[in-house]
């Protein structure tokens, strides 16, 4: 492996305007290149000298000549001065072993060289995912599209990350977990023997959101809008302030907005209302359900037109400390429960192992129930985030394995069976004998 890494870094450097260059001269090479690229092979030094020769793969025969003159399969190209023969349109089916046959006056094969071409797709679009968990720790997910054989390093802050960073993952792993509060500017870069990829993300630390502040985009006709019970929603109401006059109106089922000339503020008629002029939003605090409903906004701009929008305020519960209760069941199956204190509207969601639960693992319920039944000896970290519009909270617990008491009680059962015939046995034997005494006696 190591060779063949030392191979791809010669390549790399030798490479230029897409096409891989690959010394094929040594028996035993090995040469990658891109799909749908150009690979350019030198199998000898040059023609000069050879008699015949011949250069074929599993089933064709791409090259074969004589000292002055050849023939070529398509896509091929091949200059005898410098024994350099390249293949572009690289496919995957081109990928396998190729040999050189080089023969004398007589036709008998007075050499004999193999090579392994390898062509592989080139890393695409690396992604970053990040996603918090329970401890505030942070894991982050680097995905490509493409790329065969990818192997990935990490970077932060331009150096390897360290143990003090890393809580689970190593460097070259392509998903990895940062300890908590870990941040600064994390890089993941991915490669295989002919492309190289990479994508860059600020990190900051994670934090447990439950949103006493909401951020709600007013500006479209209809805009649904969520504020946290007890917490501020900041509605956005227009983009452009420059045409807009101070005067907003308008009305809703709880509330009456009432403009207030030469102040940045209009005030509501709530104290903890209050619009700002110099970015167009308004800013509802301490929000409680009695401020659900449908809004209507009049705004007018500098020539006195006005527009009429609406806008639909929910309020919700926060969600809170959510909690995995987990249960073995009879036949080593074990059910989990996602219980979360509070929370309007609360949406489950399970992962084992960051991936989402499938059949093979879940023996009822679905990834969006709040119980869910695993199938027997299930191993990993089981997840459950709980998130509605305006919180998001979660719970990890490893999986233990549970007991199939069934066999248990199969054997209980069994024993417990085997007494029984034994004892009614015993009955009948002792009563036989006692007709045998009584029969013998009278
Ligand atoms: C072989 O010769 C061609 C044409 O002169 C040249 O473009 C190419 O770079 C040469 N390749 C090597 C490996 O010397
Ligand atoms: C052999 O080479 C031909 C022409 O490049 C290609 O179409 C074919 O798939 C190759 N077969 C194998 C087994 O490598
Ligand atoms: C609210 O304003 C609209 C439009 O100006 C008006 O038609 C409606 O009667 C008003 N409703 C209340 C309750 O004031
Ligand atoms: C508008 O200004 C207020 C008060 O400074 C601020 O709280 C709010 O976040 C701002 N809104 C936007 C969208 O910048
Ligand atoms: C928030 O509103 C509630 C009633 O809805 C009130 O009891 C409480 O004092 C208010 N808190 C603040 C900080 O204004």
């Known amino acids: 492996m190591k060779a063949v890494f030392g191979l791809f870094l010669t390549l790399l450097r030798l490479s230029n305007a897409g096409n891989i260059y690959c010394d094929g001269r040594e028996d035993g090479a090995w040469c990658f290149a891109a799909l749908g690229g150009t690979v350019i092979i030198q199998l000898m030094n040059s023609t000069s000298g050879i008699t015949k020769y011949e250069w074929k793969n599993k089933t064709t025969v791409i090259l074969k000549g004589t000292e002055n003159n050849f023939t070529l399969q398509n896509r091929s190209c091949f200059i005898p001065s410098n024994g350099t023969v390249g293949i572009k349109n690289l496919n995957m089916t081109d990928s396998g072993e190729y040999t050189l046959n080089v023969f004398d006056s007589k036709g008998k094969n007075v050499e004999s060289r193999t090579l392994q071409l390898i062509v592989q797709a080139p890393v695409s679009s690396v992604q970053l995912v990040t996603e918090c968990l329970t401890q505030l720790e942070m894991k982050v997910s680097c995905l490509s599209d493409g790329g065969d054989s990818p192997q990935y390093s990490w970077t932060l802050d331009g150096h390897k ?40 993300q600020n990190i900051s630390a994670c934090k447990e959101y439950t949103a006493s502040e909401t951020h709600c985009d007013g500006t479209e006709d209809g805009a649904q809008c969520f ?36 102040n940045s503020f209009l005030n509501f008629n709530q104290s903890r209302s209050f619009y700002v002029s110099s970015n167009g939003t308004v800013i509802i605090e301490n929000l409680s359900r009695t401020d659900d409903g449908q809004y209507i906004l009049e705004i007018f ?20 400390s959510v909690q995995l209760v987990s249960e073995c ?72 394995v549970c007991p199939d008491t069934s066999l248990l009680i199969h054997s209980l059962l069994f024993v417990t069976t085997l007494l029984s015939c034994a004892v009614i046995c015993l009955y009948f034997q002792l009563r036989k004998n006692k007709c045998n005494r009584e029969f013998v006696t009278s």
Request: glycine share 10%; aromatic share 2%; with cysteine.
């Open 301 to 320: 701009d500098s020539e006195g037109q006005k527009t009429l929008r609406t806008l639909h305020l929910t309020t919700e519960a926060p969600v809170s």
């Open 227 to 262: 504020g946290a019970l007890g917490g501020a929603v900041i509605i956005q109401l227009t983009n452009n302030i420059s045409g807009i006059s101070d005067h907003i109106g308008g009305n809703s089922t709880s509330l009456i907005l009432s403009a207030k000339d030469n």
């Open 161 to 200: 990350l360290t143990d003090s960073e890393l809580l689970s993952g190593q460097s070259e792993t392509n998903v990895i977990i940062l300890k908590q509060s870990v941040t600064g500017r994390l890089a993941c870069s991915v490669g295989n023997q002919i492309s190289v990829g990479s994508k860059e």
């Open 329 to 400: 069941l009879s036949q080593g199956q074990m059910k989990v429960s996602c219980l979360s204190k509070g929370g309007d509207s609360p949406q489950y969601n399970w992962s084992l192992n960051g991936n989402t639960l499938s059949d093979s693992e879940l023996l009822s319920g679905h990834s969006e129930t709040n119980i869910i039944i695993l199938r027997p000896n299930i191993p990993g970290r089981l997840v459950c985030s709980v998130r509605n519009q305006v919180s998001y909270a979660l719970e990890e617990k490893v999986l233990f």
